[in-house]
């Protein structure tokens, strides 16, 4: 593994690129350079060698070699110990037919690729309008509008082109085409560019998830979320705990490393001291009640009841579409069937489940047993009863408890005298369903509640801090000093690696900062 920090390259063709003619194709004979012994049909890959330096042998140089369709071999010199990232090109807009689709090209083969499909570079950052034509036929593919950002100002590090073309399918297809022929240059991976921005230090990990995140955004407070994560409200929040438990582990290491030198008396109260406020803080961090998560998912809301109550009525109209089949016939909706739903910018997944009694249908009694689990697995019930009923004795689910229930009669239209407690609606005349999305837009924003400090949004996060949090504790009871000290250095690690963040053995520096040891 190579993991020399990137230097500016001595050379700045590190890529499988003739450096020569400045095209991807050899001079003379016109046809694309291979690596040596690997068949024409199989993605290029390019070896790794060494030179030997004058004395030792050592990674002094690496070069490649390449040979073109007619065997004209050439080596190429890169220039430091980076490895030889491949170039990658993806479609950055959605497939299909569309005004303007966007591909992307990140990589040591970005300017040359510009350089094949529009002979030229252009200003860096500034949108030109190019002729693409075909890096060999010549044949003209279309008229856009080209990007170019030199590494390392740009959003993954790396020389980046941005092609903006015509959205419809031929074109899309005609250009992609063209940069995948090229050599050197591949179809990206799922997130492959963001995960370079990562290596290239352009962005933490949790950026770089909440860049996911807010492509996958669908309500309002999900963007929100997502947007604050990616300004780096969790970095900081990460970090700053990574550097109070580096702090402190300093500390404790100086116990552990000097314990004749003139130390502060109260030190290792302060240790201790610091600890236990860390490790609050954290299990406070823990003790969301999930809100982070839930929004990134959406709050799953169960809707349970007695068979034919109108919950399938009430789900549809909810969702103002029929999703689920509504008949008068009791036991009618026998799987979970799940609707989402946007409520003043929160997320809901909506669950229409089969109706709640005894029965020896074995269908139906499975079906009876997945609507209890999601109720018991729920954010928030949903407990739909028949208005027109006396709840008492016809409802099994009448005694129903739990802290996230919300009951709705339906019917209202068929009762005059209302005497259950709830939300009384009408799924034939549409009465009572502003109040009920009042309710459930109410019940959501105290759940997901955003207006707090930064919340978990994954479990990845959720692991690492607990992780973090159960090493903290067990530091405080840790029966040696050397013991306390590996406690710490685990919760340090731990939440490095939330961002991604590889600790960095600079405890020393702290140490002489914070204590002036020996004066
Ligand atoms: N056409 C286009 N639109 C886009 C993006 C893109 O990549 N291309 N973005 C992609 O997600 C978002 C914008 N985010 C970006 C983030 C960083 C850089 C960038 O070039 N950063 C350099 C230079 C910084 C500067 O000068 O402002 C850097 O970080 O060094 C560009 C876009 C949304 N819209
Ligand atoms: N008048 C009136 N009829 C309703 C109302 N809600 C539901 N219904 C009717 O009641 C019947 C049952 O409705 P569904 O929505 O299928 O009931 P369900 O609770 O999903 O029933 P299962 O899936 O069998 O458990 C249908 O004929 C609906 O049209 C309402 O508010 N008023
Ligand atoms: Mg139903």
């Not at 002094?60 to 073109?68: D, I, M």
């Not at 710490?488 to 702290?510: K, P, Q």
Request: net charge neutral; with cysteine.
């Amino acid at each position: 593994m190579w993991n020399a920090r990137p230097r500016k390259p001595v050379l700045s063709w590190a890529c499988p690129i003739s450096p020569r003619s400045k095209t991807p194709w050899c001079n003379r004979c016109k046809t694309a350079w291979r690596p040596p012994s690997m068949p024409w049909n199989r993605k290029p890959c390019y070896a790794l060698g060494f030179r030997r330096r004058s004395k030792t042998w050592g990674p002094c140089r690496t070069f490649l070699v390449a040979v073109c369709q007619k065997g004209r071999a050439t080596l190429f010199f890169v220039g430091d110990l980076r490895p030889i990232m491949a170039t990658i090109f993806a479609l950055a807009t959605a497939h299909g037919r569309a005004g303007i689709a966007v591909v992307r090209v990140s990589g040591p083969g970005a300017g040359p690729v510009l350089d094949a499909l529009t002979g030229r570079r252009p200003v860096p950052r500034r949108a030109t309008r190019a002729r693409l034509c075909h890096p060999v036929s010549k044949e003209w593919l279309d008229d856009a509008l080209i990007l170019w950002f030199p590494g390392p100002a740009s959003f993954t590090g790396e020389d980046l082109a941005e092609l903006h073309i015509h959205g419809g399918r031929a074109v899309l297809e005609a250009v992609t085409q063209s940069v995948a022929e090229i050599p050197g240059v591949r179809l990206a991976e799922p997130g492959e560019f963001s995960r370079r921005a990562f290596l290239n230090d352009k962005m933490d990990l949790t950026t770089a998830e909440a860049l996911a995140d807010l492509v996958n955004a669908e309500t309002e407070a999900q963007r929100r979320q997502a947007l604050r994560q990616a300004d780096g409200a969790l970095f900081r929040l990460y970090e700053g705990w990574r550097g109070e438990a580096m702090r402190l582990l300093a500390h404790a290491e100086a116990l552990l490393d000097f314990p004749d030198e003139d130390l502060p008396p109260a030190v290792e109260a302060e240790v201790r001291a610091g600890i236990v406020h860390l490790r609050d803080t954290l299990a406070a961090h823990l003790d969301d009640r999930h809100r982070g998560e839930r929004l990134r998912d959406g709050l799953h809301v169960a809707v349970i009841g007695a068979p034919n109550a109108g919950k399938s009525s009430l789900v549809n109209r909810l969702a103002r579409r029929e999703a689920a089949i509504v008949s008068d016939i009791a036991g009618t909706t026998r799987d979970v069937i799940e609707v989402g739903l946007d409520l003043g910018g929160y997320p809901l997944l909506l669950a229409d489940t089969a109706g709640v009694r005894e029965t020896t249908d074995v269908i139906e009694a499975e079906g009876v047993r997945r609507a209890l689990a999601r109720h018991a697995q729920a954010d928030l019930t949903l407990v739909v009863m028949d208005g027109t009923r006396d709840p008492a004795e016809a409802d099994p689910l009448v005694g129903l408890s739990g802290a996230n229930l919300l009951r709705v009669f339906t019917r209202a239209d068929q009762v005059a005298e209302r005497t259950g407690e709830g939300i009384w609606i009408s799924c034939l005349t549409g009465e009572g369903f502003e109040a009920l999305e009042a309710a459930l837009e109410r019940a959501a924003r105290a759940l997901l509640d955003e207006t707090n400090a930064p919340a978990l949004t994954r479990a990845r996060h959720r692991a690492a801090v607990t992780e973090a949090h159960t090493a903290l504790a067990r530091s405080l009871t840790a029966p040696l000093a050397d013991l306390r000290a590996e406690d710490l250095r685990l919760a340090v690690r731990a939440l490095g690696r939330i961002t991604g963040r590889v600790a960095v053995d600079d405890l020393l520096d702290i140490i002489f900062r914070d204590f002036c040891l020996g004066k």
